[in-house]
C-alpha cells in the first residue's frame, strides 16, 4: 500500500475506529490549508517582484515631463535659448555650438553681420504677414533659395486639329513662351529697445522683435506690391502700363473707364469689369480697393433695388461683392480723377511674390546708446506673372 498523500501514513484497513478516521481527516485537512497557503503567499511574492521589475523598467523609459508651456518648443529650445542670449546680451556662443547638421538656425554670418532668427520667431513673422490686408493674402507667395525667380509664361495655347484615320495631318502651331524674372530685394526693419527692458527676465523678447518686425515688413510690403516701382524693392501693379480693355496686350493691364470723371457712375461699371475677365480667371477672382473706395462702392444697387454688395456670414469671411470677395488694401488710392482705385483678376494667377524663407536679425548696441537697435532684414520680390488675370477700373470718361 502506498502512504496517504498528506499524512504520509499507510492507510488504516476498514476495523479502524470512527474516532481515529475523524482525526486523520482533520490533520489531512490541516495540511492542505497550510500547504495551500504556503502556496499562495509564493505566488503573491513572484506578482509582487514582477510589478516591481515592471515599474523600473517603465520609470527608466518614461520621458521625463516638462512644463506646459515649454511642450511645443522642445525641438526649439536650443535655438530660442541661443537666440535669448544674442538679442539680451549680444552673446553668439551659443549659436556656435548648435549642430549644423540637425538643427535649423544657421550659425554663418553674411557680409554684414546678424543671425538667422529661430524657427518659431520666424513663423509668428510669417504668420501676420500672411494675414494682413494685402497683395499677399491673394497672391501666389513662393519659398526661393536663389536670388530671383523666374515665372514661365505660355501664351498660346498648343495647336490642335481634326484628324481622320486615313486623312493627311495639317501642323499644328507650338506655343510661345514668355519668361518674367522677379528679383529679390532687402526688407528690413530697425526696431530697438532699452538695455534695462532687455535686462528684464520677464520681457517677452522673442514676441516684441516678432511683433515689431511683422507690422514693419507687412507696411512696407503692401505698399510696394501695390505702386512699387521696382528699384531696390517689389514691382506694384499699378506701376505697369495700363491701357483700354478694349485695345489690352500683353506687358499692359487692361482697365474698364467708369464714364464718369473721380466717380463710379452707375452698378454698370462693375458688372462691366467683372466681365472684362476672361472666364478661366473669374472663379478665383477677387477685388482689391481700399476703404475709402468701398464706402462708396458698397452703396450701389441694381435695377431692382437690391445691393451689389454682402457682407460676411461668418466671423473672418471677408465682404462680397456681386459674389466675389473683396480685400481691402489701404494702399489702393483713393477715387480722383481718371484713379485706379479698383483691381479685379485672379491675383493668385497673376501676381507672384518670391521670398527667401529666412529672417536675420543684427543686434547693435552702439548706434543708438541706450538703446539697442535690432536691424531686422529678408529678401522678398514681386511682380506681375500674367498680365490678362488682372483688370482696373479706372474712374474716369475713357
Do not use: C
Amino acid at each position: 500500500m502506498t502512504d496517504h498523500p498528506f499524512t504520509g501514513h499507510a492507510p488504516e484497513d476498514a476495523a479502524t475506529p470512527p474516532q481515529n478516521v475523524a482525526t486523520e481527516v482533520k490533520q489531512a485537512v490541516s495540511q492542505f490549508v497550510q500547504y495551500f497557503k504556503g502556496f499562495q503567499d509564493d505566488v503573491t511574492e513572484k506578482l509582487k517582484q514582477t510589478e516591481e521589475r515592471m515599474t523600473m523598467l517603465d520609470r527608466k523609459t518614461q520621458t521625463a515631463a516638462r512644463p506646459h508651456l515649454a511642450a511645443a518648443e522642445v525641438d526649439g529650445a536650443p535655438h530660442q535659448k541661443a537666440m535669448q542670449a544674442y538679442l539680451r546680451h549680444g552673446d553668439e556662443e551659443g549659436f556656435r555650438g548648435l549642430d549644423m547638421g540637425t538643427k535649423a538656425l544657421s550659425t554663418a554670418v553674411n557680409s554684414d553681420g546678424g543671425f538667422l532668427v529661430d524657427p518659431q520667431t520666424s513663423d509668428v513673422v510669417k504668420s501676420v504677414l500672411q494675414s494682413t490686408a494685402s497683395i499677399r493674402a491673394v497672391a501666389s507667395v513662393v519659398n526661393v533659395e536663389a536670388t530671383s525667380f523666374d515665372v514661365l509664361i505660355d501664351h498660346s495655347d498648343v495647336g490642335a486639329g481634326w484628324a481622320t484615320e486615313t486623312g493627311s495631318v495639317t501642323e499644328t502651331g507650338t506655343p510661345s513662351i514668355d519668361r518674367i524674372v522677379i528679383p529679390l530685394h532687402e526688407l528690413s526693419a530697425l526696431p530697438k529697445a532699452s538695455q534695462r527692458l532687455l535686462d528684464d527676465s520677464a520681457f517677452d523678447i522673442e514676441g516684441w522683435l516678432a511683433g515689431r518686425i511683422a507690422d514693419k515688413f507687412a507696411r512696407a510690403e503692401a505698399q510696394s506690391f501695390i505702386s512699387g516701382d521696382g528699384i531696390d524693392k517689389p514691382t506694384g501693379i499699378l506701376t505697369h502700363p495700363t491701357v483700354d480693355n478694349d485695345s489690352w496686350s500683353w506687358g499692359n493691364i487692361g482697365y474698364v473707364a467708369t464714364g464718369s470723371d473721380g466717380d463710379i457712375g452707375s452698378a454698370d461699371a462693375i458688372i462691366d469689369l467683372v466681365y472684362a475677365l476672361d472666364a478661366r480667371y473669374r472663379a478665383g477672382a477677387s477685388f482689391v480697393m481700399n476703404s475709402k473706395t468701398a464706402g462708396l462702392i458698397r452703396k450701389l444697387k441694381d435695377a431692382d433695388g437690391r445691393f451689389l454688395w454682402s457682407d460676411g456670414l461668418a466671423a473672418g469671411e471677408p465682404a462680397r461683392l456681386m459674389g466675389y470677395p473683396v480685400l481691402v488694401a489701404e494702399d489702393m488710392p483713393d477715387v480722383a480723377s481718371d484713379s485706379l482705385s479698383i483691381a479685379f483678376g485672379d491675383f493668385a494667377a497673376g501676381y507672384t511674390i518670391a521670398e527667401r524663407p529666412d529672417l536675420r536679425v543684427l543686434r547693435d548696441p552702439f548706434s543708438a546708446k541706450p538703446h539697442v537697435l535690432f536691424y531686422a532684414t529678408k529678401r522678398v520680390g514681386g511682380d506681375v506673372s500674367d498680365f490678362a488675370a488682372i483688370k482696373l477700373m479706372k474712374f474716369g470718361l475713357s
